[in-house]
T-cell receptor, first 116, second 113 residues
Framework: GQQLNQSPQSMFIQEGEDVSMNCTSSSIFNTWLWYKQDPGEGPVLLIALYKAGELTSNGRLTAQFGITRKDSFLNISASIPSDVGIYFCAGRGRNAGGTSYGKLTFGQGTILTVHP | DVKVTQSSRYLVKRTGEKVFLECVQDMDHENMFWYRQDPGLGLRLIYFSYDVKMKEKGDIPEGYSVSREKKERFSLILESASTNQTSMYLC????????????FGNGTRLTVT
């Protein structure tokens, strides 16, 4: 099946630093999504990208849909302690034979730790 | 706000037991999903359902089954729990509109001893 490689696996940064993480795919996706999971909770959608080349911001977060459709990155500027958590990329490809119903494939996650 | 509720936050079961994980959503979503989350592996899709009584295998269905008797409820069943099924289980739902996002529950951490 489709595979996503997300990197880095973990990051330890100081408050105020910028953060960058990315995902690459072995196949083309039509949608890229970025989720954040706080400790003890389910993932929550941060940013959705629907077009190749699209650059979208949500506060201090910026994400881009790569023009090859096989990659995406997420940047967090001026990190704060509440940015701590696990960040997941996810991609959705075309429905295969009309039965995949837009299944999402998730990356392995990036664990972010922010030191005050 | 969409609410996806998983009935248990923590479960401890013995090897060989039959285990039911329950999930309910309140947004009349057609599509519901069960994922398991393991360190370094991200979220992997076990089963999903696009309508009542309909189900499809995800990427790792072995050892699991599901039930969708009502639109709002999607149950994950471990027929005979094994220690390698110790994991965090996440339920999610989404509407039928193309590109509508997944909404997740808070997860059930299952330990099989």
């Amino acid at each position: 099946g489709q595979q996503l490689n997300q990197s880095p696996q973990s990051m330890f940064i100081q408050e105020g630093e910028d953060v960058s993480m990315n995902c690459t795919s072995s196949s083309i996706f039509n949608t890229w999504l970025w989720y954040k999971q706080d400790p003890g909770e389910g993932p929550v959608l941060l940013i959705a990208l629907y077009k190749a080349g699209e650059l979208t911001s949500n506060g201090r977060l910026t994400a881009q849909f790569g023009i090859t459709r096989k990659d995406s990155f997420l940047n967090i500027s001026a990190s704060i302690p509440s940015d701590v958590g696990i960040y997941f990329c996810a991609g959705r490809g075309r429905n295969a034979g009309g039965t995949s119903y837009g299944k999402l494939t998730f990356g392995q996650g990036t664990i972010l730790t922010v030191h005050p | 706000d969409v609410k996806v509720t998983q009935s248990s936050r923590y479960l401890v079961k013995r090897t060989g037991e039959k285990v039911f994980l329950e999930c309910v959503q309140d947004m009349d979503h057609e599509n519901m999903f069960w994922y398991r989350q393991d360190p370094g592996l991200g979220l992997r899709l076990i089963y999903f359902s696009y309508d009542v009584k309909m189900k499809e295998k995800g990427d790792i269905p072995e050892g699991y089954s599901v039930s969708r008797e009502k639109k709002e409820r999607f149950s994950l069943i471990l027929e005979s729990a094994s220690t390698n099924q110790t994991s965090m289980y996440l339920c999610a739902s989404r509407g039928q509109i193309n590109n509508s996002p997944l909404h997740f529950g808070n997860g059930t951490r299952l330990t099989v001893t």
